[in-house]
């Protein structure tokens, strides 16, 4: 997705974007690495996986509630 060519507006909101998750996506990746830590070798698949897929589930849902949020206060002009 970095070949996606964007106004500046769209590059200003984008860049706020990635101020706001940084610390959310730092902590979710020092969780998953605690996660994968606390395992042995041998636990690594089967209910890891899905501990990790429920994490980065979480993870998708925060980044979409802050663009809505962003747009809600009016990242955006014109229609959605």
């Known amino acids: 997705m970095d070949d996606l060519q964007l106004t500046p507006e769209q590059e200003r909101i984008a860049a706020e974007l990635t101020t706001k998750l940084e610390t959310a996506y ?3 990746a020092r969780r998953v690495a605690r996660l994968f830590a606390s395992k042995p070798d041998s636990q690594l698949l089967g209910k890891t996986e899905f501990e ?9 849902a925060a980044t979409l509630e802050a663009a809505l949020a962003e747009r809600k206060k009016g990242g955006t002009k014109g229609p959605a």
Do not use: W
């Open 26 to 28: 730092r902590d979710e």
């Open 52 to 60: 990790l897929r429920d994490r980065l589930m979480h993870l998708g």
